[in-house]
């Protein structure tokens, strides 16, 4: 059983930044992908971000591309999301979640690709 721990969330004005940590346990970290995503009030949780088992992959929701950063270390079995030039539109619930099945070098963007997710952490963007 995995288990993934999100923080770093909070409230932030327009144009800051913050860092969301995912702290994993229970598994074998890496080897495989993980993701980011968001959901905000009223809508479906969205792909933000991903990275292949050992970083040399990522990819980006067109929206946050050049403004956040994903990264993962594995010697501690975390998984980072910098985020950068935050916009009011940001403001979500983000969620961390690993791909366990995951191919070599693959990342997936779609959420039933991934079996474990931690609780969220909120950030919220002020104008």
């Known amino acids: 059983q995995v288990q993934l721990v999100e923080s770093g969330g909070g409230l932030v004005q327009a144009g800051g930044s913050l860092r969301l940590s995912c702290a994993t346990s229970?598994?074998?970290?890496?080897?495989?992908?993980m993701g980011w995503f968001r959901q905000a009030p009223g809508k479906e949780r969205e792909f933000v971000a991903g990275?292949?088992?050992?970083?040399?992959?990522?990819d980006y929701q067109d929206s946050v591309k050049g403004r956040f950063t994903i990264s993962r270390e594995n010697d501690k079995n975390t998984v980072f999301l910098q985020m950068n030039s935050l916009k009011p539109e940001d403001t979500a619930i983000y969620y961390c979640?690993?791909?366990?099945?995951?191919?070599?070098?693959?990342?997936?963007?779609?959420?039933?690709?991934?079996?474990?997710w931690g609780q969220g952490t909120q950030v919220t963007v002020s104008s």
């Open positions: 990275i292949a088992w050992n970083g040399g992959r990522t």
């Open positions: 229970g598994g074998t970290f890496s080897r495989y992908s």
């Open positions: 979640a690993a791909d366990i099945n995951s191919p070599l070098w693959l990342v997936r963007a779609t959420t039933t690709s991934y079996e474990y």
